[in-house]
């Protein structure tokens, strides 16, 4: 019965750590996602700016 026991809680620690790996997935998209979206949307500005500042030197 021990053997169950343990070979069922270390069949659950298993599921756990799969289910923590997908949450880092999803969060490590997200932040791919916003700074996707922040480079579409600030793309022409940062160019500008570097543009500037490599004229400049």
């Not at 790996?21 to 500005?45: C, D, K, N, R, S």
Request: glycine content about 8%; cysteine-free.
């Amino acid at each position: 019965m021990a053997l169950i026991t343990t070979w069922l809680s270390s069949f659950s620690l298993r599921k756990e750590e799969g289910q923590g790996l997908a949450e880092y997935a999803l969060i490590l998209a997200l932040i791919a996602v916003v700074a996707i979206l922040a480079l579409i949307f600030l793309g022409t500005q940062i160019r500008t700016i570097l543009s500037t500042i490599g004229a400049q030197i």
